[in-house]
């Protein structure tokens, strides 16, 4: 059991930076892979960027490779997604999920997050 909190969003111009973060309650966090997942108004949630429970692997979505990069701390129970040179394609509520099943997916992901907006204007 896990409950998940995202924070950071904002409107940011296109080529700017944010760091989103997503704090997690529970002792147990170690032992599940997070991820982020987006949603565009209209369109279906996507995956972009996951990393596994040891911090080892971490697997990003074609359209923010060499863009966006996952860490996470656990001594503060916390995934952080720094995103830059962001496009005004990259706007959408994005989510932290977790689950304790690898590869993490919209199907498989056993929680989510409230979801943070982020905007990028062009």
């Not at 960027?49 to 996952?70: C, E, L, N, Q, W």
Request: glycine fraction near 10%.
């Amino acid at each position: 059991q896990v409950q998940l909190v995202e924070s950071g969003g904002g409107l940011v111009q296109a080529g700017g930076s944010l760091r989103l973060s997503c704090a997690a309650s529970g002792r147990a966090f170690r032992d599940y892979h997070m991820g982020w997942f987006r949603q565009a108004l209209g369109k279906e949630r996507e995956f972009v960027v996951a990393i596994s429970r040891t911090g080892i692997t971490t697997t990003y979505a074609d359209s923010v490779k060499g863009r966006f990069t996952i860490s996470k701390d656990n001594a503060k129970t916390s995934v952080y997604l720094r995103m830059n040179s962001l496009k005004p394609e990259d706007t959408a509520i994005y989510y932290c999920a977790a689950t304790t099943t690898w590869p993490i997916t919209v199907s498989s992901a056993g929680y989510w997050g409230q979801g943070t907006q982020v905007t990028v204007s062009s």
